[in-house]
């Protein structure tokens, strides 16, 4: 590992810490790209998704919390 990849996963473990923990976050030395893991009830199959870069991860991130309902599921129907 060098220290690009150094650096992207300390990257993916600020992003996974930005959003509490309900996202499990990695940086891929193979493959190249950040993944991340959906940790809260999703429908059978949950949610995945990569990028090549953070910004495209957190984006993608916030697409499948709001196709999801996260915020109705984590701050309840008023949130």
Known sequence: MDGDDHERRRVAAH??????DMWLVLWGCY???YWAFARWPLPPG???VSA????????EMRR???EHGFL????GSGG
């Open 15 to 20: 992003i996974e810490w930005q959003k509490q």
């Open 31 to 33: 493959t190249r790209r």
């Open 46 to 48: 949950g949610a995945v």
């Open 52 to 59: 090549h870069d953070a910004d495209a991860l957190y984006t």
């Open 64 to 66: 499948v919390e709001r």
């Open 72 to 75: 109705r599921w984590r701050y």
